[in-house]
């Protein structure tokens, strides 16, 4: 393979993972919606601090909701660090999983716009110069705080 073919051949890989990380992003809004349908929680601003209790790591972490995460079939938490989980911004809000940008070495696949320092660019073995944006070590979206206020800005007043 030449190196034009080798660089279109990371050009469509970089474009399927950021359509796997799109379709997963909207599977999870389904998979959480539904999650609190169940419960009887509307999404809405009157619902604010019910929504986010509900969907603390300590409420929603059970078998049955282990489609959302199947970390909580072994009652893990995908930060041990944190003490505080929210688990409704399982994809971050600042997270865009649109973006790829072909550099003279390398291609990259989603980024941070926020320009956090909790994340970095993940390169794997398959393809060497294609980088993902992965967020393993920033706490940002689960925080109760920062839900609250995604939740302001986010939901409707009422439906
Ligand atoms: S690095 Fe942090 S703030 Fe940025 S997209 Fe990832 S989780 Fe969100």
């Not at 601090?49 to 409420?59: D, G, K, L, M, S």
Request: aromatic share 8%.
């Amino acid at each position: 393979m030449n190196s034009k073919d080798i660089r279109q051949k990371e050009l469509e890989y970089a474009q399927s993972l950021s359509a796997s990380m799109l379709a997963w992003e909207e599977s999870q809004k389904r998979k959480l919606a539904e999650i609190l349908k169940r419960k009887g929680i509307i999404l809405t601003k009157d619902n604010i601090p019910t929504i986010v209790h509900a969907t603390t790591f300590e409420q929603i972490c059970s078998p049955e909701n282990s489609t959302y995460c199947p970390l909580y079939l072994k009652q893990e938490r995908c930060h041990p660090q944190l003490l505080e989980l929210n688990c409704f911004l399982c994809n971050c809000p600042n997270y865009d999983a649109k973006y790829i940008e072909e550099q003279e070495e390398n291609t990259l696949v989603g980024k941070c716009t926020i320009q956090s320092k909790g994340g970095h660019y993940h390169f794997s073995s398959l393809y060497p110069r294609v980088g993902v944006w992965s967020c393993e070590q920033c706490p940002t979206h689960h925080s109760k705080t920062f839900l609250a206020e995604y939740l302001k800005k986010t939901l409707p007043k009422s439906i």
